[in-house]
């Protein structure tokens, strides 16, 4: 009867959701049809390329068939998440058999990566367009239109689309990203992201503002500030010279209304502040969540990773997220079989996931990419059947962590923000607390719509979700 809405492993989390426009199509000869995998950044991005297009002159589509142009906004953090593409791709084959006018475009992260060798790889691409150059799509639309190749995969330093507003894609009307960096300058031994997505660079505050502004003003009651590491976030105002860190924007987001929920992805254990930690105990309306990637719990492969952290000081920070905010949610990221992983620290990763008392993970076995300082340095040498035992460990000891948090929240009342209908049932809501987690209940015959606040008394529990009743 209840949903479990929380996956405790989802290697699709970056690799293999998508998603087609649900915007009301304009009516317009030329449509687009857009499809994004990967992580948030990337479901993101595709409002932007939503808005350009529309800008310039297209409908958009949720029906492949009636497309002019197919977008695939990929993703290559894995090896996997490449293969979903190149599947797809075949798949698209047969629909530009019956319409050898249809484009076909590659955008994103393997776009980047892969770059024209995409175009000798997939013969039926005609499009290739990195992160930092879809103000450019329209042009190599026409230059495609007349039967040329056209590809710009050339990476910015400056480019944040922050003028661009976005248009929402597969809104729920309530909860909304918003982009508030690009690019990632950590070199994390094993990551791809910063060669498909560049230097990091902040967006200008006031334009972050205004687009959370008018979310609000529009019905949205909860925003997601987005970026690869968003703790070094940084903006100096170019004519008052006035400089806006995270803490600063976390608190600036969060004044705009205290019926706005404020929250954000992803901190990188090393950036994370005081000053963070005590503007969000300051404000109720900035969620009680962190998501705090470990990788590793062992030393010794946090170093060959390139993480800048230990273990021990990876446990002080859970330590005194825990100390200043008791009430707070921490999730993680956890990478499996690692370069030179031996069983010793395998056992310190369950470790530290034990002492961390994680809500939620997300699960991941090695997966070597080229170019990456891993894929240069070390040998991908612990032998697959390996990772796979060792993350089945890891997503047991989660499920097990995931359930044990669920049970202390037994008897508890939480405000819960109603997204919409309970999957499973229409005469249940189903809403989220401050700690991200999902919690769903019976309707009651309440005038209660998508969008309410409503004080939710919890008195049972599965490992992915609360099941309460409405306090009246
Ligand atoms: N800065 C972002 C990283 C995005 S990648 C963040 O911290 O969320 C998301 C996760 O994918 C990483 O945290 C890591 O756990 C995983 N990942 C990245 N590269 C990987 C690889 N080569 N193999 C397996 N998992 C990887
Ligand atoms: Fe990749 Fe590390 Fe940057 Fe995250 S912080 S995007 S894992 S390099
Ligand atoms: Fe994937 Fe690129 Fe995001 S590699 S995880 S889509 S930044």
């Not at 809405?5 to 998508?18: L, N, P, T």
């Not at 593409?85 to 058999?97: G, P």
């Not at 094993?190 to 205004?210: A, H, K, Q």
Request: net charge negative; proline share 3%; charged share 25%.
């Amino acid at each position: 009867m209840f949903e479990i809405e929380q996956k405790v492993i989802d290697e699709s989390r970056q690799g293999e959701a998508y998603q087609g426009i649900e915007e009301a199509s304009q009516s317009s000869d030329k449509r687009f049809y857009i499809e994004s995998y990967g992580c948030q950044m990337n479901f993101s991005d595709s409002e932007i390329i939503a808005s350009i297009l529309q800008t310039s002159g297209f409908g958009s589509t949720k029906d492949v068939d009636q497309a002019s142009l197919i977008l695939l906004n990929t993703c290559s953090i894995r090896e996997k998440a490449e293969q979903t593409i190149r599947k797809r791709l075949t798949e698209f084959k047969k629909i530009k058999k019956n319409n050898p006018a249809l484009l076909i475009g590659v955008l994103g992260c393997m776009a980047e990566r892969l770059k024209s060798k995409l175009l000798e790889e997939e013969k039926l691409v005609d499009i290739v367009v990195g992160p930092d150059a879809y103000r450019t799509l329209p042009q190599l639309i026409e230059e495609a239109e007349t039967g040329t190749k056209a590809v710009n995969v050339l990476l910015s330093r400056e480019e944040t689309y922050a003028d661009i507003s976005p248009v929402r894609i597969n809104s729920n009307g309530i909860t909304a990203f918003v982009s508030i960096m690009r690019g990632c300058n950590n070199m994390c031994a094993f990551c791809v992201v910063p060669f498909t997505r560049g230097r990091e660079r902040s967006r200008d505050n006031s334009s972050i503002l205004d687009e959370c502004r008018d979310l609000y003003e529009r019905g949205f009651k909860e925003v997601t500030l987005l970026g690869q590491n968003v703790d070094s976030y940084y903006w100096v105002d170019p004519i008052t010279n006035h400089a806006v860190d995270f803490a600063m924007l976390l608190e600036q987001v969060a004044y705009i209304s205290p019926q706005l929920r404020v929250r954000f992805s992803t901190s990188h254990p090393k950036d994370i502040t005081e000053s963070v930690l005590q503007t969000m105990k300051k404000y109720e309306n900035i969620c009680k969540y962190i998501h705090l990637p470990l990788q590793s719990g062992s030393t010794r492969i946090l170093q060959l990773m390139n993480r800048t952290y230990t273990r021990e000081w990876y446990l002080a920070k859970v330590k005194r997220i825990r100390e200043v905010m008791p009430e707070c949610a921490i999730s993680s990221d956890i990478i499996a079989g690692f370069c030179t992983e031996d069983d010793n620290d395998h056992l310190d990763t369950l470790d530290v996931m034990r002492n961390s008392k994680y809500e939620y993970s997300y699960m991941f076995m090695y997966s070597e990419r080229p170019g990456t300082l891993a894929a240069k340095r070390y040998q991908d040498d612990v032998p697959m059947e390996l990772k796979q035992k060792r993350l089945e460990e890891i997503v047991a000891l989660q499920n097990h962590l995931s359930l044990e948090s669920n049970k202390l929240d037994l008897g508890k009342k939480f405000e819960v923000l109603i997204e919409g209908n309970s999957k499973k049932s229409n005469q249940h809501w189903m809403g989220r607390n401050s700690q991200n987690k999902v919690v769903v209940f019976e309707k009651n015959g309440t005038t209660l719509k998508p969008g309410d606040y409503v004080t939710v008394d919890v008195y049972d529990c599965t490992q992915g979700t609360l099941i309460g009743n409405i306090v009246s």
